[in-house]
């Protein structure tokens, strides 16, 4: 699906053909093309505020096209000038004769609204906003912003912006920024597609992307995201045929179905996505969300929602350069085995600490070749880390068998090998990358990173041999940890959610009791106890003999929160007389604390004494909308906040795989003495209590189950206590997709 | 205290007189000279086997030395040469005319023991081994290096090696050492120490380190450290008045107490220790013991015996280098308060969530500076991070106003500054470094970091104001936190060993049954329950009459591992005549299960239902001697493995803080309903025991209380259950201090 144009022969051909009739027939011929084809592959650009001034922002985007060689028609708006920087100038944008395939705005604020509607008339589907003074000063910019929004959208045109440092396509000279990276030269040629919504930033990312020599193809800032966001742009990247890998700095996500829909076009097409968020912290989340007027989210949600796509998120840049190099230049591994060639021990045992770290394995060499080797250098150490030692130094062939030695045996996915300085010193070098290249032959599926101080032109010459080269160990083997985790993911189906299930009544906007809301949880697949709501102590009495002793009692009240604290809860109740006499106690202690509490009754249900204690809890978050979280009561979950998350609804298997996540797993999975818990059953109310939250989004604040008791195995899980808060017509979670 | 010469002056005085005889005045003042001080600063070098090739082993330090214009006594020994580049060479030890500071041993291993000796002979006080074929490559390695060591034990020479790259000294231009490093240029001068057990690791980081502009002054590469370890020159360097900061690369450690002794002297000295040690995953450190033919010890104990110590371990080599950098180019914070000026609003996202994951604070700034910078510059953010924004480029200006504003209001201790690529624009560098170097007049106390993408020269003007320079935010950030916390740490007293106690009686070598091992612990300080051995049901009956019901009972008997599970264990015993029913039952149970066990009798113990159950352990390890560990039972041992570690015994406030470094603290101090526990009578319990541990060093594989049960504030803790394995004659332990 190559539906943006990378070739410049096209645009070529109709620039040196006589004109815009040939760019109008062009258009007249791709009507159907998106919107955001003409942001990424214009064939026609108004620049309206161009300055003649390259260092200027309106003058800055003419520069760069001039430099770039764009084939495509340039359009500078200036009612001063005749010529900009070597181009004809329009005074206004009626006055460009031809159409124009994409608007950018470096205007005052006040005047955008204005621009956009006369280049919506002169066929324009895109534009690019410069202007700052829009949402991110406050209120009276949030109006302007709106103002053309609705233009835009009146209009059918797609932007980009506003506050935005704009984009640039290199394949075609594509340059629509003001960024200052270009000044310093074009970006390398490659196969990378960069999103990201702080612009100064994202040209700090490219200044060293270039000098980590990473080709970046399209880069894309989208500033206040007020139409085109990072989640439209990187679908638009996983349908670029041009682009292999998609890198993309966040702040903050504006619609979690959106980014999620993305990444899964991202996944189908088997392109990784490097993503780095910040905003994890207190601080940072709030100047994140302060910085780009996005919502916060939960940092937790956002990491959940990227669990089953071809995403690996990274927290710091270099990791986010390391593993964008790798993976724009090398095949994913297609396991975690690293073998380790190295000609320091020392270096050795530090890259077999980072791999452990990384979950990558270091299998031992296959005992034949560890003895070969070893006869051919006594000195050595052949069993993963392989140590050639400074032998090699005195016979560098050695390099090559070791290296040969791990490839040969097919026991590694992937390799690293330290060599230091070696490939800078002129008598040594060229012998050790004949040595590489020779021990390494046919082995391209499978990726070697060499750590080695090198000047650039050295480094590139073991790049041109299909090595990725890195001057740190700890950053080597992180980079392939990474590359085996994209390829785990992406040979794995994303989670699809599950089939939408029968389920109980959409909750009712008001207060719920805990008898209705375990009512409709019960009709939503939840197991309950069998209980009974007594008003009597005959009741009670008659309620115990039914369930059977020993019964637990308890008042239900939507207006006493801390019932134990106050005696509102008799447990044990051995006996129905028992149960009778606890009855008026309840009332007793309930006439002493709350005189004056609305009381539903007095609830009885049997004593449940065995299982763990699981607690079910389901949250509308502002991004990704209802959330299930599953924990494992007590102190995992109030003290060790040990939880996982699922964004959207479950099914079974899913469910089980969250059960599993749990750092007290094994507490279900049955340990020393304690009987296996019934997952199943447990996995079970968990689904349905996904699928209820999930057929609930934006009725309620909050839906608890705590506990869960999931009772050994073959006896089930029953839910002895909840909580429905439903959302409030003027509450939140109204953003629900 | 400045033993080691720093001085060229000196030497050069020594030579430009006339010769030997002047060299021998010097020695025989100088007597007393330690031979570390011969060792790192000598005024006279045999080179034993010297070459008059510069790229060979032998010939390296001849030509480094001359290179670096050493001013002491250069003695190339070579039986072939008259001389050796450009130095007169001689044909034997014994030929030498004067007498030797230091050799330098360049010759086959089998000879090394000859050639110290001849040494020696001349005065030698100090032996550099460049030589393998020792201990590195098996058993009959091993007798060589033995007699080497040997030899240089009878006439006093201390030996740094074999099998190492030597050392330098750039001060005084002395470079034993065959490393490569030299051969692209002397290091930078500087005041860092930095030593090494890889030489080819240590010689990759002293690229790096140039690369980074550290000036590294001492090298050292300690090699198979058969004499001198890691330990004893990290103490040379605390005693130096030329070094500052100790960068430290580790493999293993040989023997805890001097590397702690080490240490406790640079702490003294406040001298930071930056300390890099591989080996923590299962593959390193099998790979680091064979490599280095080092005990392995446990990496979790090593972690545990720096911690009061002014040292910082760190994972990477770039963290390592960071650290060492900044530590050596700027004053320690006195506080973890951070201030972020930024020109871009996602940086200073990213570092705000880089600083709290380091444990720095960001605290926003005053009230009236953040309204005073908010009239300065309407669009910025003065909260903290302070965000400058892009206006900084239309008024510089603004930069100056808000660093100036971060240091004016005091309430930071340090800071960082991202302004990207801005100092290498030739039309905005100069102004950007006004602008900071007013900004931060008179704040040298306090350390700022820039995060900057510049050439060397540009970076180095910046750090000649002062200004720690990184090009990546996330590193800057971490490298202030790891200042912090050295900081941290050398301004607290290191741990004191608590004064001995009296302790119960030693250990016997012999094993010892449950009842043994808590009368031990009982007399070495341990609470136990009032609980009675019994041999028959009368005994049971009066037993629990005497402790009073309920009681628990169980079979005694070192044969029985898992007493729960053959019904050994009965617990809730109600009443004296129940007692003596179950005595019967265990009785049976004992006969079905194990016919021929060997038992001591029954136990009856009043049942204990309260508390938080805290299991100590105590451990010999092989490198650092008796080590206690205080965990909470159950699922924070078994699953969370939740556990903290001490060396040596701890008072009772250590053992506090050992309980509060614990995930599961919280049970201990009381939440949700649960009662504060009697932290006190625990803290009592870990000090007695850790006191028993350390005075029977080497006397037990392992002591063990499980549990310690913890009552409520104000009931004590008492041991219900205790395990002793004593060492036994043949078993390990034995290499304790």
């Known amino acids: 699906v190559k539906w943006i144009s990378g070739e410049r022969g096209c645009h070529r051909a109709g620039v040196s053909n006589s004109g815009s009739v040939m760019m109008r027939a062009d258009w007249t011929e791709e009507r159907s093309r998106p919107a955001i084809a003409h942001l990424l592959a214009p064939r026609s650009v108004a620049i309206v505020g161009a300055s003649s001034d390259p260092r200027r922002i309106g003058g800055r985007p003419v520069h760069y096209y001039r430099q770039a060689g764009f084939a495509g028609r340039i359009y500078p708006i200036n009612p001063n000038r005749d010529e900009i920087q070597g181009y004809q100038a329009y005074p206004t944008i009626e006055s460009v004769p031809g159409p124009i395939d994409l608007a950018v705005i470096a205007i005052p604020a006040a005047q955008v609204a204005a621009a956009i509607e006369q280049c919506a008339r002169k066929s324009a589907k895109a534009a690019v ?4 003074g829009f949402a991110e000063i406050g209120p009276q910019g949030t109006v302007l912003q709106r103002e053309v929004l609705a233009v835009a959208s009146r209009y059918g045109v797609r932007l980009l912006g506003p506050n935005c440092l704009g984009l640039f396509n290199a394949r075609i000279g594509h340059f629509a920024t003001f960024s200052s990276f270009p000044e310093s030269g074009l970006p390398l040629p490659g196969r990378v597609g960069l999103v990201t919504q702080s ?3 994202g040209t700090h990312v490219l200044m060293q992307a270039r000098a980590r020599r990473i080709g970046v193809n399209i880069w894309v800032s989208t500033g206040n995201e007020v139409d085109l966001d990072v989640a439209t742009l990187i679908e638009a990247l996983a349908g670029d045929a041009d682009t292999d890998v998609i890198a993309c700095y966040l702040e903050g996500v504006r619609h979690g179905p959106t980014l999620l829909r993305a990444l899964g076009a991202a996944h189908a097409a088997r392109k990784p996505v490097i993503l780095m968020k910040v905003g994890r912290s207190a601080v940072g989340a709030e100047a994140a969300a302060s910085h780009t007027a996005s919502l916060a989210g939960s940092d937790a949600v956002f ?8 995403v690996e998120r990274v927290e710091t840049t270099e990791r986010f350069l390391d593993l964008t190099y790798a993976a724009s230049r090398a095949r994913l591994p297609r396991g975690n085995r690293l073998g380790i060639v190295t000609i320091s021990g020392g270096a050795g045992v530090l890259m077999a600490d980072v791999a452990e770290a990384e979950g990558l394995e270091v299998p031992p060499m296959p005992i034949a070749a560890q003895r070969r080797l070893l006869a051919a250098n006594p000195l050595g150490s052949p069993r993963n880390p392989v140590d050639v030692t400074g032998q090699a130094l005195n016979n560098i062939d050695l390099v090559r068998q ?15 090998g330290f060599f230091t300085a070696w490939p800078a010193v002129s008598t040594l070098g060229p012998k050790l990358q004949s040595a590489l290249r020779e021990g390494t032959q046919g082995r391209a599926e499978r990726p070697m990173a060499l750590v ?10 073991y790049e041109a041999d299909g090595f990725l080269v890195f001057e740190d160990p700890s950053r080597a083997i992180a980079a392939l940890g990474g590359m085996v985790r994209l390829s785990v993911r992406l040979n794995a189906q994303p ?8 389920t109980a009544p959409l909750l009712p906007q008001r207060p719920l009791s805990e008898v209705e809301a375990k009512l409709l949880l019960s009709r939503a697949g939840i197991n309950l106890l069998p209980e009974r709501l007594v008003g009597s102590a005959e009741a009670a009495r008659d309620a115990a003999a039914a369930l059977g002793c020993p019964v637990a009692m308890k008042i239900v009240s939507s207006e006493i929160a801390h019932k134990t604290e106050i005696g509102a809860v008799v447990l044990d109740v051995a006996s129905p007389d028992a149960a009778a006499a606890a009855f008026g106690q309840l009332i007793a202690a309930l006439a002493r604390a709350a005189p004056h509490a609305q009381t539903e009754g007095i609830l009885v249900s049997p004593m449940v004494k065995d299982g763990v204690e699981v607690i079910l809890a389901a949250k509308n978050d502002g991004v990704f909308g209802p959330v299930t979280m599953v924990g494992i009561g007590g102190i995992f979950v109030e003290i060790l906040k040990d939880v996982v998350l ?5 099914d079974a298997d899913e469910a089980q795989r969250m059960l599993k996540e749990l750092k007290g797993y094994a507490l279900l999975a049955g340990t020393r003495g304690r009987p296996a818990a019934d997952l199943d059953a447990a996995a079970e109310a968990i689904a349905a209590f996904s699928a209820y939250a999930l057929a609930n989004a934006g009725r309620f604040e909050s839906i608890e189950i705590n506990p869960l008791v999931v009772r050994p195995r073959g006896h089930g899980a029953v839910a002895l206590d909840a909580w429905i808060v439903p959302a409030m017509p003027a509450g939140g979670g109204s953003n629900q997709a």
């Open 129 to 132: 906003v410069f202007s700052a």
């Open 303 to 310: 990491e959940a929602a990227l669990g089953s796509y071809g």
């Open 646 to 650: 699922r964004v959207g609804a479950v």
């Open 199 to 201: 612009g100064a930033y």
């Open 452 to 461: 080695i101080l090198a000047p650039p032109d050295i480094a590139q010459a």
């Open 495 to 502: 989670r699809r959610p599950p089939p939408a299930r029968a």
């Open 402 to 416: 070791h290296v040969a030695a791990v490839f040969e045996d097919a026991t590694y996915d992937c390799a690293v």
